[in-house]
């Protein structure tokens, strides 16, 4: 009964705050506009500075006043772009996740209580007063025994409790907007909550936080672009993580970075540089990269050849191999123009339902990426471009995955900074040879061979089962037993058109051995003959292997 009572009244609150900035517009044409009119004068009135703010200002203010994880939740908003209406998103975007410290006696119980000692037997000194404060944690300045100066992020007490309750409140909003708003099925409420929660939960392990921060630092060591603060694991825990203290120039001071002297060119193309690195060569990203979180090494020495300091690492991203190759290619189709290719990679990767024809979908993409090769190269964004080909595949019934829709975030946020370091930046000039060379790399033969190698042992112990299953498939083929639906209308013609099974199963038999047989020598026949710096006797069994499942599937000449 207590909680149901809490309940209503955190309900009543965001209801009186929602009407103090006036966002009851919000539900205009919703049967829950009437509602909202009779609660209107149980509200205070809108002073007249908030009735002259912009809708996306009004929101930024009401997030602001409901709390910290309701600034959360605008901040995750924001990156939402394929959803938000452009201005609301630009608002949001401008949230600062600044709140009031608590106390320094609960931040030293917390961090005792973690890792299991006083703090004055922890560190040699340690700041009472916070670096600074956010809505997950805050931060300290401390010195190891060793004389390291480190900072310690803790987290605020409590807040599983408060974030579970806001989220559940947030799940009743999202239902009543599911339920009453129009165009609720493109908001898609309940998703937006969802991946809330999610990055929300990822936020509140700091040692997880820790192994993303180690996984970075692992994949640019010793790089001049990019540094990754080091990570002390005997003083990290879930609640608890201590890091190597970095000192450095928010991305964004321009008054600052020009007094060091730092080459704001040379550092506008390497955000773009590092950014496609991090995307396709690594395949771990950095997906909080606003200018808070990405700092310039003040190091005069560095100057001309400025680096990155990166800070925060609750949010990264990774692509599914496929979506990786899909995206990657689609990036190469925009470069080339290629826009019947941008369709068919948009069907080929089943982001789009089958039954949308090519040459629609081709011409939306021409709709939309033509008008910007017309604008000067300085201007080119492929975040953009990118953001409006999912709003227009949108209406195909585009469906993706979550990490793509932060991908493309990051990329916006990316092309910002470089542009507001480097104002004729030419993004598409430095991106396209960073993409060409990483794709060379990844698919070139010495890449196959090794993955080739990697997978072998899975390989062999699959294949004493491929005749058994290859016997199955062809059978069930023939017999017309096979449960999976086939799409494609040639194959099902071709399993019905069968009329010589023994020849069939004796070719896909021996094309299997053949295609085992290949995948071995591909790996072990480092004397023979080469071409394309790969055995020439695995060309041969790989080719047999083919022409003996070309034979299995070819129709018999009538008797």
């Keep these: 009964m207590l909680s149901r009572l809490r309940g209503a009244h955190r309900v009543w609150q965001v209801g009186r705050i929602l009407l103090r900035y006036r966002l009851d517009e919000l539900f205009v044409g919703t049967s829950l506009e009437r509602r909202m009119a009779l609660l209107r004068p149980l509200a205070p009135r809108p002073s007249a500075e908030v009735a002259a703010m912009s809708r996306g200002a009004r929101l930024r203010l009401a997030l602001q006043e409901l709390g910290p994880i309701f600034v959360k939740f605008g901040q995750v908003l924001s990156t939402r772009r394929d959803i938000m ?36 037997a922890l560190f040699a000194a340690f700041d009472n007063e916070p670096l600074a404060s956010a809505s997950i944690a805050q931060v300290h300045a401390a010195t190891l025994a060793d004389g390291r100066e480190v900072v310690v992020k803790v987290l605020r007490p ?48 700091l040692q997880r936080e820790g192994a993303n921060a180690s996984v970075l630092s692992r994949h640019w060591q010793g790089s001049p672009d990019l540094y990754i603060p080091g990570i002390v694991w005997s003083h990290t825990r879930e609640s608890v993580l201590t890091l190597e203290r970095v000192r450095g120039i928010a991305s964004d001071n321009i008054v600052a970075l020009d007094a060091a002297g730092i080459d704001r060119r040379a550092l506008a193309a390497k955000a773009v540089r590092v950014f496609y690195e991090q995307v396709f060569r690594d395949n771990f990203f950095h997906a909080d990269a606003h200018a808070g979180n990405i700092w310039v090494d003040p190091d005069p020495s560095r100057a001309t050849d400025p680096r990155f300091i990166a800070l925060d690492f609750g949010i990264v991203g990774q692509l599914s191999p496929r979506d990786q190759y899909w995206l990657a290619e689609n990036f190469m189709a925009i470069f080339r123009r290629d826009y019947r290719r941008i369709a068919e990679l948009h069907l080929a990767a089943g982001w789009m339902p089958t039954h949308v024809r090519t040459e629609e979908l081709e011409a939306a993409a021409r709709a939309v990426c033509e008008p910007y090769f017309t604008r000067p190269l300085s201007e080119f964004s492929l975040g953009e471009v990118l953001l409006k ?60 061979r090794r993955e080739f190698r990697r997978r072998l042992p899975e390989l062999m112990s699959t294949a004493p089962d491929m005749p058994r299953l290859v016997h199955a498939w062809l059978t069930q083929q023939v017999d017309g037993e096979h449960a999976v639906q086939l799409r494609s209308h040639d194959l099902a013609a071709l399993a019905r058109a069968a009329n010589d099974t023994p020849r069939r199963i004796v070719r896909g038999v021996l094309g299997s051995g053949l295609l085992v047989g290949a995948c071995v020598l591909f790996a072990f026949d480092a004397n023979g003959p080469r071409w394309l710096d790969l055995p020439i006797s695995a060309w041969a069994t790989a080719t047999g292997a083919l022409l003996a499942f070309l034979g299995a599937t070819r129709r018999s000449p009538p008797p």
Excluded: C
Aim: no cysteine; aromatic share 4%; net charge negative.
């Design 158 to 205: 409590d807040i599983h409790t408060r974030i579970q309750a806001d989220i559940t409140l947030m799940r009743t909003l999202a239902g009543l907007v599911e339920k009453h708003h129009p165009r609720a099925h493109r908001i898609r409420p309940n998703a937006v909550v969802d991946e809330i929660e999610a990055t929300l939960q990822a936020e509140l392990d």
């Design 85 to 120: 209406p452009p201005d609301v998103a630009d608002e949001l975007a401008m949230l600062r996740d600044q709140v009031a410290p608590f106390d320094t006696a609960t931040a030293r119980r917390q961090i005792e209580d973690a890792l299991g000692g006083p703090v004055d």
């Design 389 to 448: 080909l999912f709003r227009t595949a949108q209406r195909y019934e585009l469906t993706l995955q979550p990490q793509l829709i932060l991908m493309q975030k990051t990329l916006l946020n990316v092309e910002g900074l470089a542009r507001l370091l480097d104002p004729d930046l030419d993004v598409w000039a430095v991106a396209r040879p960073v993409l060409e060379r990483i794709l060379r790399e990844r698919y070139s033969p010495a890449r196959l």
